[in-house]
């Protein structure tokens, strides 16, 4: 499909500097110090990170849209800081915020899109694809945020690009629309297509990534597999997750001792961490027969990039990190 060897985008060492900043006495402020990346055809590549990590930044510069102050980036071959417009069109873009404008009706939208490109993917297929069928003729300003994240991935599809960038692809939409877009950005990926995905939200990067670049204070800080980290994470390894499902505002004290933490994630819904043993389901078990519960629902999961990802940043970091059933 592309004429070029992988990686589809090689970042190397960049570093970015904003400003002056006034309340910095007019001097320029480092965002990025020190990040590399690469990302290959036919994978999902997730560059990871707590808000304000530097992922949105590198992402840009990536695609030409902020000048770097420092490193390499080649993208398609490239330099994207003087991209041509043939680069510009085989590359898919999905911004955070949509970008779409407001006025628009999705279809017509789409329809408009298609044309700006000489082979476009057909319009009536993504639609149907992505259910934008149901809310075609609203305007994009009355779309709810996970309908307009739909028409957006659409838009950045239209042109059967070879590279697509998602900034954070699975906000504001709900568990069918999140498995929906999960579906079809592997089947890109499966198609060939590099897939740049960014996000705070480690379940993603779970679920999608072939590749993990977690970065923290604009530096790469780790990388690889999922599987990867997970086995170089000693506390990944002895940390266990069981989550329930059960009536809400239960008193969940009795559950945790030290090492082992629960707490109500929303109303109804129950994480117990730590270093679960086997000692501790029985006592769960004793736990919903004194308090008479019958949980609808009990998942116990293995480790995950959220253990690992607290061992390197540290405790402090937790706050900008969003895992499943915690979304902020
Ligand atoms: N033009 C700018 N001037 C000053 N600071 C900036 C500028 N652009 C970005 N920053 C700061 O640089 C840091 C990295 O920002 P960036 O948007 O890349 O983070 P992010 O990882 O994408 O965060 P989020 O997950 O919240 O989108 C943040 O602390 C941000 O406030």
Redesign the pocket.
């Known amino acids: 499909m592309n004429q070029f060897p992988s990686p589809a985008l090689d970042i190397v060492g960049l570093v970015k500097d904003?400003?002056p900043?006034p309340a910095l006495e007019g001097r320029m402020?480092r965002?990025?110090s020190n990040i590399s990346l690469q990302a290959n055809f036919g994978q999902v590549t997730a560059l990871l990170?707590?808000?304000?990590?530097?992922?949105?930044?590198?992402?840009?510069c990536a695609q030409g849209l902020q000048n770097r102050t420092d490193g390499s980036i080649t993208l398609l071959g490239e330099d994207p800081q003087n991209a041509s417009a043939t680069l510009r069109a085989r590359v898919g873009v999905m911004l955070?915020d949509g970008g779409l404008p407001p006025a628009a009706r999705p279809v017509a939208l789409l329809r408009h899109v298609a044309s700006l490109y000489s082979h476009p993917l057909s319009v009536d297929a993504l639609v149907d694809r992505l259910g934008i069928g149901e809310f075609s003729n609203t305007t994009i300003r009355r779309l709810s945020g996970g309908q307009k994240q739909r028409v957006a991935l659409a838009a950045s599809l239209l042109g059967n690009p070879e590279v697509l960038f998602l900034?954070?692809p699975s906000a504001g939409l709900d568990p069918q629309s999140r498995l929906m877009v999960f579906e079809l950005i592997r089947e890109l990926r499966d198609a060939g297509k590099a897939i740049v995905l960014?996000t705070?939200l480690l379940d993603d990067a779970q679920r999608l990534a072939d590749y993990v670049y977690i970065?923290d204070k604009?530096e790469s800080v780790t990388q690889g597999t999922v599987p990867e980290l997970l086995s170089e994470s000693t506390s990944a390894q002895s940390h266990r997750v069981m989550t329930f499902e059960a009536k809400p505002g239960l008193d969940t004290a009795a559950l945790s001792r030290s090492g082992i933490t629960c707490e109500q994630t929303r109303p109804g819904s129950y994480r117990m961490s730590g270093s679960l043993e086997p000692a501790d389901l029985e006592h769960f078990g004793q736990w919903c027969a004194a308090q008479a519960v019958m949980p609808t629902s009990v998942h116990l999961a293995s480790q995950s990039l959220e253990d690992v990802f607290l061992a390197i940043a540290g405790a402090q970091e937790q706050s900008?990190l969003t895992v499943e059933g915690n979304k902020q």
Not at 49 to 60: C, F, M, S
Request: net charge negative; proline share 0%.
């Open positions: 904003v400003g900043i402020k965002i990025i990170g707590a808000n304000g990590a530097g992922k949105t930044t590198t992402i840009e955070q900034d954070e960014t705070h970065v604009g900008g």
